[in-house]
């Protein structure tokens, strides 16, 4: 196949208009005079119409199944106030048949002018007396009715239960495995179905599936597996966030198809449900969060990883976790090898309180950081809920994503979707307009994160760019004029000179439309088409 008369993204090429693929990988990227070469030799001939052709991107942290029915069910993100949330359970409740647990997602009391989540009378009223899951925007809390609580035996014992307010820790554990356990296998399958259409549908190639004994189950992640490899649609490479003692553990963790005993191993939870844990108390909490392991369960982990050839990695958040997390790494690299650790490329999800400090250890340990540039978006600046939680002074230090990049730290982008949504092209433009100045990185740097920054993350150099050899995923774009952005202008106006050989990237100023995805291929088959294109 030759694709012509566009602009190709490529770094063989800052000038190609043309590109040619041949049994799933691109053969060729050039100019138009070039591609005359090739059009005779082909079976078929794409005129792009100017359109921008780019790597697909790599969404490096998703939970699928919770996406997709975040897509077909219950979803709370745009309720303006706790009236219109409850008055969205009550309609979606009389809605939907009976004798199904209702799942819904997305609630954020700190954008509500009532400031507090529902109590469960208010939320048992709404749902008249259904079993209802609600997962806090964060989904490391969530406000439940009395009768899913009827449904897990022991739960007023757990730690985290709350007699009136949402669940955490344990207790939101035990009630998140009976909602999804409720979840019957067809009414799962059509929301990954749904949720991995719709990473298509923008420009997704491959999606990091992050699962758990704590957040799902091995049906539900083994049976994502089994889908994404026999319909046409993004690849999804899993993690399974399980510790790993031994050669016997980290063999399990493969029999799942896991490629990684990583993702949400949490090390604490998230400053919006206040249990992210750190050094100093919350401005608006008398306590440090919650810690779930410590340097030495982290080091254990990572030891027992790294000997059976097994990626490991961590959900991280607090800078007390992060703390702990490079600590118990750098323990580990003393007992098997700082070089055997660097080339496992153990990563850390999320890495918001990062010091000066920690992002050196970062570099020194070969880390990666899986982190999530629309959570700046959503709750960054001076009015946001960083602020809230912690004061706008460490507020300020959340997600710096330039030190990471200055200190060699690999960067990897996703969305932790459900939690912020699917959306590459905006996760570019919150990373290189970030709320706070000094973090903001090169649209050029941010593309790379979410592209082939992914594709490094599970330890693949060959891919993620749309050079000769590399696999054919890659997506079309309907975007206006290419541009240089950069937070420095004098990197800018350099950048767009002729001769730094420099590819230009869409506009993604604040205000700007994004681009609009025209299709989308995975390994050289089409997995996705906008209609009427």
């Not at 409850?86 to 002018?113: E, F, M, N, Q, S």
């Not at 995805?517 to 050289?524: A, E, H, K």
């Given at each position: 196949m030759?694709?012509r008369?566009?602009?190709?993204?490529s770094p063989a090429d800052?000038?190609?208009?043309a590109?040619v693929v041949?049994r799933?990988h691109?053969?060729?990227?050039g100019?138009?005079g070039?591609a005359?070469?090739?059009a005779?030799?082909?079976d078929?001939?794409i005129?792009?119409e100017g359109?921008?052709?780019?790597?697909a991107?790599?969404?490096?942290h998703?939970?699928?199944t919770s996406?997709?029915?975040?897509?077909?069910?219950?979803d709370?993100s745009?309720?303006?106030?706790?009236?219109?949330a409850?008055?969205r359970?009550r309609?979606?409740v009389?809605?939907h048949?009976?004798?199904?647990?209702?799942?819904?997602?997305?609630?954020?009391?700190t954008?509500w002018?009532e400031q507090?989540?529902p109590?469960?009378?208010?939320l048992d009223?709404?749902?008249?007396?259904r079993?209802?899951?609600l997962?806090?925007i964060d989904?490391?809390s969530a406000?439940?009715?009395t009768a899913l609580l009827d449904?897990?035996p022991?739960?007023?014992?757990?730690?985290?239960y709350h007699?009136?307010?949402?669940?955490t820790?344990?207790?939101?554990?035990?009630v998140?495995?009976?909602?999804h356990?409720a979840?019957a296998?067809a009414?799962?399958?059509e929301a990954?179905?749904?949720?991995?259409?719709h990473?298509?549908?923008?420009?997704i190639?491959?999606?990091h599936e992050?699962g758990?004994?704590d957040?799902?189950?091995?049906?539900?992640?083994t049976?994502?597996l089994?889908?994404a490899a026999e319909?046409?649609?993004?690849?999804?490479?899993?993690?399974w966030?399980?510790?790993?003692?031994?050669?016997?553990d980290?063999r399990?963790?493969?029999?799942?198809g896991?490629?990684g005993?990583a993702?949400?191993?949490f090390?604490d939870g998230s400053?919006?449900s206040?249990?992210?844990?750190?050094r100093e108390?919350y401005?608006d909490?008398?306590?440090?969060g919650?810690?779930?392991?410590?340097a030495?369960q982290?080091?254990?982990h990572?030891t027992?990883?790294?000997e059976?050839g097994?990626?490991a990695g961590?959900h991280?958040?607090?800078d007390?976790?992060?703390?702990a997390?490079?600590?118990g790494?750098?323990?580990?690299?003393?007992?098997?090898?700082?070089?055997r650790?660097r080339?496992?490329r153990?990563r850390?999800?999320h890495?918001?309180?990062?010091t000066?400090e920690?992002?050196?250890a970062?570099?020194e340990l070969g880390?990666?950081?899986?982190?999530q540039p629309a959570?700046d978006?959503?709750w960054?600046?001076e009015?946001?809920?960083?602020a809230?939680r912690l004061?706008?002074?460490?507020?300020?230090t959340?997600?710096p994503?330039?030190a990471?990049?200055?200190a060699?730290?690999p960067?990897?982008f996703?969305s932790?979707?459900?939690v912020?949504p699917?959306?590459?092209w905006?996760?570019?433009?919150?990373?290189?307009?970030?709320r706070?100045?000094e973090?903001?990185?090169s649209v050029r740097a941010?593309?790379?994160?979410?592209?082939r920054?992914g594709?490094?993350?599970?330890?693949?150099d060959d891919a993620?760019?749309l050079v000769p050899?590399?696999?054919a995923d890659?997506?079309?774009?309907r975007?206006d004029e290419l541009?240089?952005?950069?937070?420095?202008?004098?990197?800018a106006?350099?950048?767009?000179?002729?001769?730094?050989?420099t590819?230009g990237l869409?506009?993604?100023?604040?205000g700007?439309?994004?681009?609009?995805?025209?299709?989308?291929v995975?390994?050289?088959?089409?997995?996705y088409?906008?209609?009427?294109?």
């Amino acid at each position: 196949m030759l694709l012509r008369g566009g602009d190709v993204h490529s770094p063989a090429d800052p000038f190609a208009t043309a590109m040619v693929v041949e049994r799933g990988h691109v053969a060729w990227v050039g100019s138009e005079g070039a591609a005359d070469a090739f059009a005779s030799g082909v079976d078929e001939v794409i005129d792009l119409e100017g359109a921008l052709v780019t790597p697909a991107f790599t969404d490096a942290h998703v939970h699928t199944t919770s996406t997709g029915l975040a897509l077909t069910g219950l979803d709370l993100s745009g309720a303006r106030t706790l009236g219109d949330a409850l008055a969205r359970v009550r309609a979606h409740v009389t809605a939907h048949p009976a004798g199904r647990v209702v799942l819904g997602h997305g609630w954020d009391a700190t954008r509500w002018p009532e400031q507090r989540p529902p109590s469960r009378a208010e939320l048992d009223e709404a749902a008249a007396g259904r079993p209802v899951y609600l997962p806090r925007i964060d989904v490391h809390s969530a406000a439940v009715t009395t009768a899913l609580l009827d449904l897990v035996p022991g739960v007023t014992a757990m730690a985290g239960y709350h007699p009136e307010g949402p669940l955490t820790g344990a207790a939101h554990h035990a009630v998140r495995a009976a909602a999804h356990g409720a979840v019957a296998p067809a009414q799962r399958a059509e929301a990954q179905r749904a949720a991995l259409r719709h990473a298509a549908s923008l420009g997704i190639g491959t999606v990091h599936e992050c699962g758990g004994p704590d957040i799902s189950d091995e049906e539900d992640f083994t049976g994502l597996l089994k889908l994404a490899a026999e319909q046409p649609g993004p690849r999804v490479f899993g993690y399974w966030a399980q510790q790993v003692a031994d050669e016997k553990d980290a063999r399990r963790i493969r029999e799942l198809g896991a490629v990684g005993a990583a993702g949400d191993l949490f090390v604490d939870g998230s400053l919006g449900s206040h249990t992210a844990c750190l050094r100093e108390p919350y401005a608006d909490a008398p306590h440090t969060g919650t810690a779930h392991l410590d340097a030495g369960q982290i080091a254990a982990h990572v030891t027992a990883c790294t000997e059976a050839g097994l990626q490991a990695g961590f959900h991280a958040i607090g800078d007390a976790a992060l703390t702990a997390v490079v600590d118990g790494i750098r323990t580990a690299a003393e007992k098997v090898g700082l070089a055997r650790v660097r080339a496992a490329r153990h990563r850390v999800e999320h890495a918001e309180m990062l010091t000066p400090e920690t992002v050196a250890a970062f570099a020194e340990l070969g880390l990666t950081a899986s982190v999530q540039p629309a959570f700046d978006a959503a709750w960054g600046g001076e009015e946001g809920m960083y602020a809230q939680r912690l004061g706008a002074g460490r507020a300020a230090t959340l997600n710096p994503y330039a030190a990471l990049l200055r200190a060699g730290v690999p960067l990897a982008f996703g969305s932790d979707s459900p939690v912020t949504p699917l959306d590459p092209w905006g996760t570019v433009r919150a990373a290189a307009f970030h709320r706070t100045l000094e973090h903001r990185v090169s649209v050029r740097a941010g593309f790379t994160a979410h592209t082939r920054g992914g594709w490094r993350a599970v330890g693949r150099d060959d891919a993620g760019t749309l050079v000769p050899g590399a696999p054919a995923d890659y997506a079309v774009w309907r975007t206006d004029e290419l541009v240089v952005q950069a937070p420095d202008d004098r990197v800018a106006r350099w950048s767009t000179d002729p001769r730094s050989g420099t590819p230009g990237l869409p506009d993604l100023s604040p205000g700007a439309d994004l681009p609009v995805c025209l299709g989308t291929v995975v390994l050289g088959q089409t997995v996705y088409v906008r209609p009427n294109e």
